[in-house]
């Protein structure tokens, strides 16, 4: 699943390519039967939220879309490609096009529905107007484990597994640790950290987290395999310790950390 640093580089690529231009919208498999609604008019404006995409056509007129596990955009310029696979969605003009296929949801929201869906969700950390405050209200009144918290939409928007680990990890913190123990002062190095991640990872697409100093290469670029501490090394030895990167299930997905710097 995208994570928020991946649907925010969309909504900016999105954006740049169609805002305040006249666009056709069409779903050549009928996978988005509403697309002859949005046909022929102004994009105003793409926006996003955690992992949600707002692509707005009038108040009334917001295209929202969810890419779940197995959504995602192409793009590139004139002319369109061939129509193949699970199509759902086309945004065009004369010069540019992306094709949407999957994805969770793809539906016109009015803007009261809008609104309750931003209201839903927790502060975003690449949103400049984002409050963390919020945040750390929920974190520190919980007893659920902050590995879950951090993949609550409503406690923090845009967090996945990927940065759930990674975060933890730098933190050192024990994804099974209570939030109500993690701290304010922990929780706004979370905050800050995340911000600093997903901003450098809408450059490179890939969610780099490890330090230079922590690599088995400290020098020249950084290799597939040295990206992350501990999301899906399990089985490795940690980079920092040398022990072995433990997993386990949590809340229906997988959650990595070092059992040494992450101790309980």
């Known amino acids: 699943m995208p994570e928020g640093n991946e649907i925010h580089r969309f909504a900016e690529r999105h954006a740049a390519a169609f805002r305040s231009k006249r666009v056709h919208v069409d779903s050549p498999n009928g996978g988005f039967p509403d697309a002859t ?19 707005v056509f009038g108040r009334d007129l917001i295209l929202h879309v969810h890419l779940g596990m197995y959504g995602d955009f192409r793009e590139g310029k004139m002319p369109l490609p061939p129509k193949k696979g699970a199509l759902r969605l086309r945004i065009y003009t004369k010069t540019d096009w992306i094709e949407l296929r999957g994805g969770t949801d793809t539906s016109i929201f009015s803007q009261e529905k809008w609104q309750k869906l931003l209201a839903r969700l927790g502060p975003d950390p690449l949103r400049e107007d984002a409050d963390p405050t919020k945040a750390f209200a929920v974190i520190e009144k919980r007893s659920t484990p902050i590995g879950l918290l951090l993949m609550d939409q409503s406690v923090m928007a845009g967090v996945g597994n990927i940065f759930r680990a990674e975060l933890l990890y730098r933190a050192r913190i024990n994804p ?89």
């Open 37 to 55: 609604i949005l046909d022929r008019r102004v994009l105003r404006s793409v926006e996003a939220v955690g992992k949600h995409l707002g692509y």
């Open 176 to 264: 099974g640790r209570p939030g109500k123990e993690v701290g304010l002062t922990s929780f706004r190095s979370i905050w800050k950290d995340t911000r600093a991640l997903m901003k450098a990872a809408m450059d490179d697409r890939r969610i780099v987290t490890t330090r230079p100093k922590d690599r088995p290469h400290r020098r020249g670029p950084v290799l597939d395999d040295e990206i992350h501490y501990v999301y899906r090394r399990h089985g490795k030895a940690c980079f920092v310790c040398g022990s072995t990167i433990a997993r386990k299930d949590m809340g229906g997905r997988t959650v990595y950390w070092c059992p040494v710097c992450q101790k309980a």
